[in-house]
């Protein structure tokens, strides 16, 4: 098992922050603004803050990815901070 982790600031266009690999992920994601309406938004490549989950100010959520998976992120607005820690669940 390896464990990742990051502080990730993003832009307005999708990101990857958690690659696909050959392994299931555990991942943990934490938007660490604290003002109000700073969202981080979550999905596929083709996220836009229209289509996608967004994470609250001071929000945490965690999810598995299958193997091969990718996650991605963007900001709303320009510059907000995701913290980003997950682990491989080798097989």
């Given at each position: 098992?390896?464990?990742?982790?990051?502080?990730?600031?993003?832009?307005?266009?999708?990101?990857?922050?958690?690659?696909?690999?050959?392994?299931?992920?555990?991942?943990?994601?934490?938007?660490?603004?604290?003002?109000?309406?700073?969202?981080?938004?979550?999905?596929?490549?083709?996220?836009?803050?229209?289509?996608?989950?967004?994470?609250?100010?001071?929000?945490?959520?965690?999810?598995?990815?299958?193997?091969?998976e990718a996650?991605?992120?963007?900001?709303?607005?320009?510059?907000?901070?995701?913290?980003?820690?997950?682990?491989?669940?080798?097989?």
């Open positions: 098992m390896t464990l990742y982790n990051a502080a990730i600031t993003l832009g307005t266009a999708a990101q990857v922050v958690v690659p696909g690999g050959t392994s299931p992920v555990k991942v943990y994601l934490h938007n660490m603004e604290h003002a109000s309406n700073r969202f981080i938004h979550l999905g596929g490549s083709g996220i836009t803050t229209a289509n996608s989950l967004h994470l609250d100010p001071s929000a945490t959520v965690n999810l598995v990815l299958n193997r091969t996650l991605y992120a963007l900001s709303d607005p320009n510059g907000c901070v995701l913290g980003v820690l997950y682990q491989t669940m080798d097989e």
